[in-house]
């Protein structure tokens, strides 16, 4: 979740002034990238280097992503006219530097690498409203007064997710992770006609290339029992639920991913060691627990604090392990 950003001195310095989409088709760039936290920290798996963007100005849509800000839309989604403007994504056409990405990690990589695309509701939001959004009012009206419409473009997202997910596994992604960031300003209800569909289709669709499909929102504490029943091997859990509860609601078959909240990697170490120690006791050494944090790194964030993180995440997780062994 943008690990790679603007909290590493040697990203801030690769990037300079060029724009994430820039980076995005610059296969040697955007690689490099990836490889800045994997090198900087013992991580476990590495995330591709790309934006849930991407696909979409692949198929020539105008989106830009500001900094400070995040993604815009130059010509927002208003109704069933504009369906027109979602043909169908080729990915060896359209976003062929995706792939090559994927394929210049799989030579450099000792850990496995995690593929992404932003899930159809989130991609909506940002089509629909322009660009980041506090409310989602613009998307909900839509959802609510154009429900046919409305079907139509989650059918055409559909397609172009899974078809995005299926080319970045083919090209070499070892695991996929479906990003519904803002599906949490939905209710249940809401999100079980309006969205629930939709990400089950993909998540199925992937089923076949029996790779992991962990699947993330943030805020989405009420939805987490929804969010496995859409197919989700591991499902991604933000700070605000804590991690023993969310488990009870994702049920004992799925993978649980998180959930320190990023911004107590801000406080001093003790603080870090205390919240992060909080986080694998309520797991209780339960497998299938991915430890990560509840949504990306927060820009102001001190290498050397995530370094001892990942460091300490081992050092207890290997202990537990070893407890087992023993057992
Ligand atoms: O960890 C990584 O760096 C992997 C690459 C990655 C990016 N975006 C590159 C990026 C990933 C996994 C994403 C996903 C993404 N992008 C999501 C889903 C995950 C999440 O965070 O909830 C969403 C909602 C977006 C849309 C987006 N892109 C936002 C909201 C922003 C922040 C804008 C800002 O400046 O605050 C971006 C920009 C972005 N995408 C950055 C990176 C590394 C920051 C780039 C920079 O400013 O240098």
Redesign the pocket.
Known sequence: ??????HLPE?REL?GDTD?LTLCRTPELAAEI?LLPVRRYDVDAA???????VPLAGIGLEVQ?V?????TVAEPFRDDRDLARLRPLEPEVDVPYVLETIKLLRKELRIPLIG?A?APF?MASYLIEGG?SRDHVRTKALMHREPKTWDRLMSALGDLVLTFLRHQVEAGAQAVQL?D??AGTLGPDDYERFVLPTSRRILAGLEDLEVPRIHFG?GTGELLALMRAAGADVVGVDWRTPIDVAWERIGPAAGVQGNLDPAACLGPWESVERKATDVLRKVGGRPGHVFNLG??VLPETSPEILARLVDLVHERTARTATREDHA
């Not at 979740?1 to 603007?6: D, E, P, S, V």
């Not at 995330?47 to 963007?53: E, G, K, P, R």
């Not at 900094?67 to 993604?71: D, E, F, I, L, M």
Request: hydrophobic share 40%; net charge positive; with cysteine.
């Open positions: 979740m943008r690990q790679a950003g603007r990203y990037r994430v990836a995330i591709l280097f790309c934006d849930i963007m992503i900094k400070n800000q995040g993604p992404f932003g989130t980041p990003f960031s803002w943030v949504h990306g």
